[in-house]
């Protein structure tokens, strides 16, 4: 009987100029591992952006810095009818003896702008005490969007969709943001009961380009302007004002 001798098996040799699949992995995987990280910080950047510098904005002898645009505070506030977050269409009209406050804002992608919102709801007592009945929002932001958003984050405030700048353009509400003049930016205007508006402040235009303003700030400036006359202690539509 014949004895078998074991083959001797050799380990294949890398093709010279090969790199291993391991190597190759890793390498591909860093370029968008650095990619992502810095979309990340980005994102994280310019959201610290629209929060910069607001947490202590209601200490004594504190400036806002903000414009007054077109129409001002005197003036007839323009009339609209849009689609809400309520499914309904609201009005101006509907305010008509009220003093409502309406709050344009950027809208979806803003997320200190829906911020402000929940603090105006939660403030609803001191803002009922500053004479302001109700409180409406208008973005461009698209209607099914508002919609949803406003149930994502519990609030019971009307966010009116203006898709098409109609109205925010009726009342200069997006010459004042960071997105040039294609969405709002960050502006309050109290309409009273006569429909003639009481009080304007334009927040979110240059250098700071603020996308929220702490409730206590917003009513003491209002409280100031307001006490200065109707042209907001004496600023210009359009200029610079710091009380």
């Not at 968008?32 to 950047?45: D, E, N, P, Q, S």
């Not at 007592?125 to 208008?138: E, F, N, T």
């Not at 969405?183 to 205007?189: A, K, L, P, Q, T």
């Amino acid at each position: 009987m014949s004895r078998r001798t074991p083959t001797k098996t050799t380990a294949p040799t890398p093709t010279r100029g090969r790199t291993p699949n391991r190597a190759a992995a890793t390498s591909a995987w860093r370029p968008r591992a650095i990619t992502g990280g810095l979309a990340l910080l980005t994102v994280g950047g310019l959201f610290l952006a629209f929060r910069s510098g607001q947490p202590d904005t209601t200490g004594p002898g504190h400036k806002s810095a903000y414009q007054v645009g077109q129409p001002a505070a005197g003036e007839t506030a323009p009339a609209f009818a849009l689609a809400a977050s309520t499914r309904k269409t609201v009005s101006l009209s509907d305010y008509r003896g009220k003093n409502v406050l309406l709050f344009f804002q950027e809208g979806i992608g803003c997320q200190p702008c829906w911020d402000q919102i929940r603090d105006l709801e939660k403030d609803t007592a001191k803002l009922h005490a500053a004479g302001i009945d109700d409180v409406v929002s208008i973005t461009t932001s698209p209607a099914d969007l508002v919609a949803q958003k406003v149930r994502d984050d519990r609030l019971t405030t009307p966010v009116l969709s203006d898709p098409n700048l109609k109205v925010s353009k009726s009342y200069s509400a997006n010459s004042f943001g960071m997105m040039g003049d294609s969405r709002d930016g960050h502006s309050f205007m109290l309409v009273g009961p006569d429909g003639k508006l009481k009080w304007r402040a334009d927040y979110g235009g240059a250098p700071n380009y603020t996308m929220y303003l702490p409730v206590d700030r917003m009513l003491a400036d209002m409280r100031q302007m307001m006490a200065g006359g109707s042209m907001m202690g004496g600023a210009q539509p359009g200029t610079q004002q710091t009380p």
